[in-house]
Structure formats: C-alpha cells, structure tokens
C-alpha cells in the first residue's frame, strides 16, 4: 500500500519557466491537498480539492493552479516559476468516512528550487 | 493571517526530561485538534488528536491537554527520547474541509 506518491521528489528550475508536480493517492480517500513548506512558516494550504471534481483556494494560491484529474491524482502546476517558489512541497489526502478521523495523509514531499 | 499560534519555535531538552509544545487558535469551526510529528526528509504523520469534548488525552509517552475556554492546546511528551527528536506541528480545523497548521517546533532530545 503506496499510500500518496510525489513526483518529482527533487527539481531545480530558471525564473519563468513551468512544471507540473503530480500526486497520487491509493486510499479511495475523497479530499486531497498541496501544501508548501517554508522555515519557520509551517505548513500552508495553497490549494485543495474537496472531492473529485472541485478545487478551491488555500492561504496562499497565487502563481499555481490545480487539476484534480481523477479521484486519485491531483497535480499541482506551476506555470511560470519565481524564487519566491522555492519551497518543500506535500501533497495530502483524507476522508473522515474512509478513515474514521479527520487523519491527513503525507506523500514524503518534492523539494523545488527556483534560480 | 496567523490563526494557530504555536509556541516555542525551538526546544532542547535533556533525554528523560519532559517536552512541552504550546498551540493557540482563534475562533474555528472545530471537531478535532491533532498534532502532527515530522523527521527531517519525510513528510508529517499525525502524531496524536484531541477532540473538544475531552480536555485530555494519553497515548504512552504522548498527552495532549485541550483548554476549550482559553482556545489553547498544548503536546507533552513525558521521558524524551533521542528518536523524539523531530519537527512537530498543531493544526486546527477550518470550515470547508481545511486543516491550518501552526509554524512548527523543532524538538532536540540531547542524550
């Protein structure tokens, strides 16, 4: 049981230029997430997706968007890439029916560098 | 928009001794306040969860202590343990189906 998968786990861009960061989930879990990790600002929300089908903002969302492609995949896109961007990136899944709890699930992250 | 405050940013302490993580949340539509443990490379794993209706909760080394009126909640982790070593987050419930996590606390265990 993979549980939720990141690709890639490592890549450096110039300024402007786009990626895709892609997330998987194996658990039929509903709600699924993307997060940004900075030092000493935690864990922010930039976009999540209720259920298939839906997506809706965080805290942060400015210079990505979302596509959530199946119940399984949400990828996160980058369309042109600032340093500001520069930042540890998680993918999260959860569903209270599924699971029982409000429990959300970690992929181990994809760690991005903006030059 | 800070709205889970989480307190100290750092801490060492002494192998055996107790670890104390504070969190306090502003006004949230909550059910369920759980802290979340990371090890450096690695992405968060809940660690232990509250919910409002109890004021604490115990799994082996780990409580949480839940203070509904003074909106704060705080993580102990009794006998440290090198491997207890690690970055942990609170985080609150938001309305629509969101978690807002606090800016995390980096542990030391020195053993």
């Known amino acids: 049981n993979a549980g939720v998968t990141q690709t890639p786990k490592f890549q450096v861009l110039k300024t402007g230029q786009s990626m895709t960061l892609q997330c998987a989930q194996d658990?039929?879990?509903?709600?699924m997430y993307w997060y940004r990790q900075d030092p000493g600002m935690g864990l922010r929300l930039i976009y999540y997706?209720?259920?298939?089908?839906?997506?809706d903002k965080g805290e942060v969302p400015n210079g990505y968007n979302v596509s959530r492609l199946n119940k399984r995949e949400f990828s996160l896109r980058l369309e042109s890439a600032a340093p500001s961007q520069t930042s540890v990136y998680f993918c999260?899944?959860?569903?209270?029916?599924?699971?029982?709890?409000?429990?959300?699930?970690f992929g181990e992250g994809s760690r991005l560098t903006v030059l | 928009q800070q709205q889970v405050k989480q307190s100290p940013q750092s801490l060492i302490v002494q192998k055996g001794g107790i670890s104390i993580i504070n969190c306090a949340y502003e006004?949230?539509?909550?059910?369920?306040f759980p802290w979340y443990q990371q090890f450096p490379g690695k992405g968060p794993a809940l660690l232990i969860a509250?919910?409002?209706?109890?004021s604490e909760k115990k799994e082996g080394r780990f409580t949480i202590s839940f203070n509904k009126s003074a909106k704060q909640f705080s993580l102990h982790i009794m006998d440290s343990q090198p491997g207890d070593s690690a970055t942990y987050f609170c985080?609150?419930?938001?309305?629509?189906?969101?978690?807002?996590f606090g800016a995390g606390t980096i542990l030391r265990v020195k053993s």
């Open positions: 999260a899944s959860r569903d209270r029916e599924v699971t029982g709890t409000g429990e959300l699930f």
């Open positions: 658990m039929n879990h509903n709600s």
């Open positions: 997706s209720a259920s298939e089908g839906t997506t």
């Open positions: 006004n949230t539509a909550f059910d369920y």
């Open positions: 509250i919910r409002p209706d109890v």
């Open positions: 985080a609150a419930p938001r309305s629509g189906n969101k978690l807002v």
